[in-house]
């Protein structure tokens, strides 16, 4: 679950809320492990110096969402973030210590730091798919739309999925598949 945090929450964006919230049900009452990610910006930051962008630095814009904590405590990890990709040292020892080889990976913004992991696990040889019904953008429907295009480019259209396509009677505890 990729920064499903209030700072990312618009009225473009809310919509996915409810539809995040029942894969994350489904997805850990089937065994599956959920990662939440979190991002956090800073004094400085590359974000705030070239793109003028400073939000996300406190609380309640770093939370996640109100619909989401009741997961969080079952969750396998919230993995805080200062980059766009869940790859960081902590997200890419997580994925090897649990021996994770497929990514479903989902959240806010789909355009930015979802469609960011999926081609950073891509390269990483790990199989990513992006579940675009269960991803939004905070800028709306075509930054969304972008971000599932460039994805279907860079990962191949067939990793571009929906929720309706999970395989949920395969899903057992497995350790080789994690949901973000």
Not at 16 to 23: E, F, G, H, S
Not at 37 to 53: F, V
């Amino acid at each position: 679950m990729i920064d499903t945090q209030n700072g990312f929450v618009s009225a473009q964006s809310s919509p996915v809320i409810p539809v995040i919230a029942d894969l994350v049900d489904r997805w850990q009452g089937a065994g599956g492990d959920v990662v939440f990610t979190r991002y956090l910006n800073y004094a400085g930051s590359p974000y705030e110096r070239l793109i003028r962008w400073s939000k996300l630095k406190e609380s309640p814009e770093i939370d996640i969402v109100p619909e989401l904590t009741p997961y969080v405590s079952k969750s396998a990890a919230v993995v805080d973030k200062t980059i766009y990709s869940f790859f960081n040292e902590e997200g890419e020892a997580l994925v090897r210590e649990r021996g994770w080889s497929d990514l479903y990976v989902c959240g806010l913004d789909t355009e930015s730091c979802v469609l960011k992991t999926v081609v950073d696990a891509f390269e990483r040889d790990l199989t990513p798919r992006l579940i675009k019904d269960a991803s939004a953008s905070h800028a709306g429907q075509m930054a969304h739309d972008a971000g599932i295009l460039v994805a279907s480019r860079f990962i191949g259209a067939d990793q571009i999925i929906t929720t309706a396509d999970i395989p949920w009677s395969k899903l057992t505890h497995s350790e080789s598949e994690l949901t973000e």
